[in-house]
């Protein structure tokens, strides 16, 4: 994978997108940042981190072999979300049922639906990124 301008573009709007999301949905639907026990610039800063992080491993799963066999790239797109969010589920769970006495399957529900929504967001604009921003083929022009 060679980090180009499609790349950046796709990866940040992605992050950008699923923050978005996250904040839309903890912070203002579910007002679980009240809850928070440190002060939430630090809060603030470190998700915007995580999702430049789960944006890229978003990215670099979308870009593996073994889906480049799916033509559709919207499909492509899906799957690589679902991979993500079902990672991204089992490590939260793991970490959140450690610290939390009142767990209830409606929530691990809720929270597994809105994993996949908020990876496949991500997923929107890396497809789109990766459909529509141009990008020279340097390989293919030096050969020819």
């Known amino acids: 994978m060679r980090y180009t301008l499609r790349f950046f573009i796709s990866w940040i709007l992605a992050a950008i997108a699923m923050y978005g999301s996250f904040y839309l949905w903890h912070g203002l639907i579910l007002n679980d940042f009240k809850q928070i026990q440190f002060p939430i610039v630090w809060f603030v800063i470190l998700s915007a981190f ?3 992080i789960i944006s890229y491993i978003l990215f670099r ?3 593996t072999k073994i889906l480049s066999f799916f033509d ?3 499909m492509r797109g899906f ?3 679902l991979i993500v969010a079902v990672s991204l589920f089992a490590i939260m769970t793991v970490l959140h049922i450690s610290f939390t006495k009142n767990m209830t399957t409606t929530y691990l529900i809720t929270d597994f639906c809105w994993q996949i929504v908020e990876q496949s967001i991500g997923a929107v604009f890396i497809v789109l990124g990766k459909h529509y921003i141009f990008e020279p083929d340097f390989e293919a022009e030096e050969a020819g």
Do not use: D, R
Request: charged letters at 10%; glycine letters at 0%; proline letters at 0%.
């Open 50 to 52: 995580a999702y430049l």
């Open 61 to 63: 799963v979308f870009e």
């Open 72 to 74: 559709n790239i919207l």
């Open 79 to 81: 799957i690589s979300a």
